[in-house]
């Protein structure tokens, strides 16, 4: 049980958590920490927070564990607003997409408190955003992985770990390296080509009937394109070395598809088609 | 109502077109056509059809409706076994992906036959394929396109308009340029990029590890990589040109973006992460 949970940026991550810690009886109270009033107050009449605070000093003076869930740009400013103004046994944990960035600037600004930060990434999320896209079941069954630094208290890591089960999450481990290589390859290329797919297309001159046209498959395929633009600027900025060499690889791989077009490949083509079915239905 | 209608190639898309006219009772007798002696009883067995022959010329010497539901790679075989073959008032249609190519194929072997067949592809499908997959509902609010010729005979497009009436989809009318122009942009580049994205991570080395960490999105976005490889394989063959247009354009854009991201270029990512959620959150 979390006596006092403070929730800096309330929104479909930051919600989900706290809704899901109260449908499990695991938090006592929430705080609500942002800039905007109005969608703290909002986040309180949903019933996500018990209270808020547009004071990071005043929120955390008292709470056990704090979860900053802002865009990954915005969190150093976040850290350096709450180091040294927590409780000596609080914990930090923040949900950010990247996590080498993010561990560089709480190394940077969170001093002593330094030990009691856990990096932590849940994967899970829609292509919404806001406390009113916030519900108590996103997380269950989904992955959180956390990339605990040398230096961080096992202790710390051990309530970050328990209350990513009580909201109903599988919790694993891995360095800060190599998630941001994982997580480059099977969620920020994917968005940028979404972006990027989307945008081709809006470019061209026929493009209402182009997307009058598109069935299930391309709205599947585009419903990341759909994700909030300042959150997604952040990650690829914040994992820019992982996600330019993945988008290397990837640029490579269909040039080489455009060359077998282009050729009339068959067999490369087939070659190609055939392995990433195979690998999909074995692994998705 | 179709007194006979032939089915070649009973999968997904022609399986589901015959249970949709048997569940409207918009069709007499199904005979399904293919090679595959097991598959052709599987699909009696499922009340798919009601008979098939393993002979062209045998199931459409008194059919009414002819369905062409093969690859688009085999249609040029199929049109030229079944040409000279048919009733003299019989309705051919296809359900071809793409159509410049099919219907230079329908020109080249249809002979007199060639004014009673409209060109058509239904805009629906999953990533499954096989006759077990096909279901009556699938067309159901789906577009279907017809590209009718200068010498198509308007009592055939009406036929085959009525029957996809029946089936439950809407059908328009595209030109055959603009059908593959468009359909490069909304199907045939997106499964180029799924299939090439999955195999991109397919060969690294710690793939097993990307897969396991991989979200929803990810699951939505590489969906279509599921899709069977010979049917895309035909469909990439047989738009070349139009698929090496729209490629080349994504190719820029995803040049563009990667420059950004290398540059840090922050104003650059955030308008076009921007644009194309307003885009897609606008038409899809």
Redesign the interface.
Known sequence: MINKLCIIGVGLIGGSLARALKAADSVGHVVAVGRDVEHLKRAVELGVADSYETSISDAVADADMIVVAVPVGSMKTIFAELAGKIKSDAVITDVGSVKGNVVRDAIDTLGDDLSRFVPGHP?????QSGVEASFSELYKG??V?LTPLEETDALATQAVTKMWHAAGADVESLSVE?HD???A???H????????????????H?????????????????????????M??DI??NN?DA??D??????G???K??KA??N?D?ES??K??????T???Q??
Chains 1, 2 share one sequence.
């Open positions: 994967i899970a999320g829609t292509e989904q992955r992985i190599h290589e994982v997580l390859a099977t969620s290329l994917p968005h940028a080509l979404a972006y990027t797919l989307v945008d081709t297309l809006a470019q061209m026929e493009h209402r009937e182009i997307f009058q046209f598109a069935a299930g498959g391309f709205k599947d395929f585009t419903r990341i394109a759909s994700s909030d633009p300042q997604w600027h690829c900025l820019r996600l330019l993945i988008l290397s690889r990837f640029s791989d269909l040039n598809l455009t077009i282009e009339e068959s083509i087939l190609l088609f055939t392995r990433a079915k690998a999909r239905d692994n998705c």
